[in-house]
T-cell receptor, first 115, second 118 residues
């Protein structure tokens, strides 16, 4: 199993509060991703990182920011949580170099409820 | 823009039936990768297969088989002699090229929920 840890695994918060989800990997993979999963939408990419301090937006990035200060950690921040951000959030990693088109390995998910 | 369509929202079968999950994709790229993932009721996402755009050979792995047809932009997944343990949500995904290099960014379909009844 890929060494990916997400924290917290479950969180309930109130509208307007900041929330940070953490993804930690032990695989030394270059690429890291944050997806959200919602019924009827599958998984949608929020942000991804292709190296330390190198990040880019995905298709649903509004209301989210990310940071990657070291290879093993990728943080997702909701500056001011809204009820529409209630979702299950998955972190994923994939290799680099010759591993073009490599599969993603996913963490166990973080369930966030915004009241 | 890339897109993945899984038209079947839910499928219900009885154990030992064969079942095919459909996946249709859209892309303008000549190089791309296709994937299938399984999400059992426990919630984790399990990688099943990767196929690149230059390899149209069908693949078989035990009771699982995949049919890739570029002419119809489809990458269908068949489970032969289904079992209760196959009950899960299955996602098809398409790689999107990244300006940083590589094809490691995936676009997912909405998923197909498969229920296999004893």
């Amino acid at each position: 199993d890929a060494g990916i840890t997400q924290s917290p695994r479950h969180k309930v918060t109130e509208t307007g509060t900041p929330v940070t989800l953490r993804c930690h990997q032990t695989e030394n993979h270059r690429y890291m991703y944050w997806y959200r999963q919602d019924p009827g939408h599958g998984l949608r990419l929020i942000h991804y990182s292709y190296g330390v301090k190198d990040t880019d937006k995905g298709e649903v990035s509004d209301g989210y920011s990310v940071s990657r200060s070291k290879t093993e950690d990728f943080l997702l921040t909701l500056e001011s949580a809204t009820s529409s951000q209630t979702s299950v959030y998955f972190c994923a990693i994939s290799g680099s170099g010759r591993n073009l088109g490599g599969e993603l390995f996913f963490g166990e998910g973080s369930r966030l409820t915004v009241l | 823009a890339q897109k993945v369509t899984q038209a079947q929202t839910e499928i219900s079968v009885v154990e030992k039936e064969d079942v095919t999950l459909d996946c249709v994709y859209e892309t303008r790229d000549t190089t791309y990768y296709l994937f299938w993932y399984k999400q059992p009721p426990s919630g984790e996402l399990v990688f099943l297969i990767r196929r690149n755009s230059f390899d149209e050979q069908n693949e078989i792995s035990g009771r699982y088989s995949w049919n890739f047809q570029k002419s119809t932009s489809s990458f269908n997944f068949t489970i032969t002699a289904s079992q209760v343990v196959d009950s899960a949500v299955y996602f098809c995904a398409l790689s999107e090229p990244m300006f940083s290099g590589g094809y490691n960014k995936l676009i997912f379909g909405a998923g197909t929920r498969l229920a296999v009844h004893p």
